[in-house]
Structure formats: structure tokens, C-alpha cells
């Protein structure tokens, strides 16, 4: 089993339809998720991390962990045409610096 | 403006030639990195450092080699590429060097192809 899964999708949504991304992930020592945005031709940008469990509102995306599934989203509301990318999941164990596990990266398209 | 430069942005070679990817940030950041990202492998890290003079091999070692003489220079060098090594390269950075959750910075990636 992988340490983290996320759906490589594409995910394709029309101009203002709420957006789930998910990644699922197995060790439970896990306590920091981030979530990184790759438009094309890019590198990754860190959009939003949470610590441990609960929920992390920025603008019009909204980060939620529950540890007790090891599941981890990114809800994107009111989706424009300019989120479309490729969103990356990362997930830390504390006791070991910087190393992130990575998803795979699930590819959004929000269509006009 | 704050950003991590890599060059060049694309390279293609031959098999066994040796090559040098640059990386430079203007952040002072102590810790930087090498990624490749391949599909269906997602992103993997080659090398890492955590300060001028201090290197780690990450997941994905073979083949590569690193240097950090300046703290804003991180050069990833490929003495031999194979077609293996054929992927997407991403040098990153940040503060610090246990601030798990520090944002990295990314370059805007190396297409390298070896024939």
C-alpha cells in the first residue's frame, strides 16, 4: 500500500461548481498536510497546510484532515477557469525533516 | 523579485554525456532540493541540503551527483545520463531546516531528455 493515494483524475467541472480533492493516506504518525497547486509549464506552489485535524478556510478553498479516516481534502467553491492545475497532496511525519510524501497530483479543468 | 531560477529550462542529450542543471534562489534560504517528477510516479527527491557544505541523498540518489559551495547555488550534475533519467526537474527551497511545514519554493522545472 501506498503511503499516500491520491485519484489522478482529470476532474473536469464547469465555471462555479464546487470542487473535493482528495488524497487518502496510511501511517497514522502523519500530522502535517499540505496542499501544492502545479498550473502547466509550472512548478508547485504551496496553497494551504493544516496541522493535526480540523479544518483551514483561505478565501474560497477550505482544507479539512480527519485523522480517525486518514483522509485528507481540498474543497475549492466558486471554481474559476484560473484553478485549473494539478493539485498536489503532501503529508509529513514531524520526526523526519522536510520529507514530504507526495501524491500523484490530481488534474482540475474548470471549464467557461 | 523572490524566485528559485533553474537552467536550462529544457536539454536534450546524448547518453553519457555529462550535464549540469543550475539552480540559484535570492531567499537566503538555508534548505534546498532536487525533485524529478515523473507520471505516475509523482514528484521524487533526489538530494537535498540543509546548508552551504551539508548534503543528503534523498529517494531517488543513483546517478546524480550535488554540490552546495554557495548558499544560493544548488547544481544537480548527471555525469553519465542515462534514458532513464529522462524526466522533469525541480530544484526547490525554504527556510530553515526542520520547519516541516515551511512552504517550499519551486523553480519552474528542467524538461531532460537523453537519447
Known amino acids: 500500500q501506498k503511503e499516500v493515494e491520491q485519484d489522478p483524475g482529470p476532474l473536469s467541472v464547469p465555471e462555479g461548481a464546487i470542487v473535493s480533492l482528495n488524497c487518502t493516506y496510511s501511517?497514522?504518525?502523519?500530522?502535517?498536510f499540505m496542499w501544492y497547486r502545479q498550473y502547466s509549464r509550472k512548478g508547485p506552489e504551496l496553497l494551504m497546510y493544516t496541522y493535526s485535524s480540523g479544518n483551514k478556510e483561505d478565501g474560497r478553498f477550505t482544507a479539512q484532515v480527519d485523522k480517525s479516516s486518514k483522509y485528507i481534502s481540498l474543497f475549492i467553491r466558486d471554481s474559476q477557469p484560473s484553478d485549473s492545475a494539478t493539485y498536489l497532496c503532501a503529508i509529513n511525519n514531524a520526526g523526519n525533516n522536510r520529507k514530504l510524501i507526495w501524491g500523484l497530483g490530481t488534474s482540475l479543468a474548470v471549464n467557461p | 523579485e523572490a524566485q528559485v531560477t533553474q537552467n536550462p529550462r529544457y536539454l536534450i542529450t546524448v547518453t553519457g554525456k555529462k550535464l549540469t542543471v543550475t539552480c540559484s534562489q535570492n531567499?537566503?534560504?538555508?534548505?534546498m532540493s532536487w525533485y524529478r517528477q515523473d507520471p505516475g510516479l509523482g514528484l521524487r527527491q533526489i538530494y537535498y541540503?540543509?546548508?552551504?557544505?551539508?548534503?543528503d541523498k534523498g529517494d531517488v540518489p543513483e546517478g546524480y551527483k550535488v554540490s552546495r559551495k554557495e548558499k544560493r547555488n544548488f547544481p544537480l550534475i548527471l555525469e553519465s545520463p542515462s534514458p532513464n533519467q529522462t524526466s522533469l526537474y525541480f530544484c526547490?527551497?525554504?527556510f530553515g531546516s526542520g520547519q516541516v511545514y515551511s512552504p517550499l519554493h519551486f523553480g519552474n522545472g528542467t524538461r531532460l531528455t537523453v537519447t
Open positions: 526547490a527551497s525554504t
Open positions: 541540503s540543509m546548508n552551504v557544505e551539508v548534503t
Open positions: 501511517n497514522s504518525a502523519f500530522q502535517y
Open positions: 531567499m537566503n534560504h538555508e534548505y
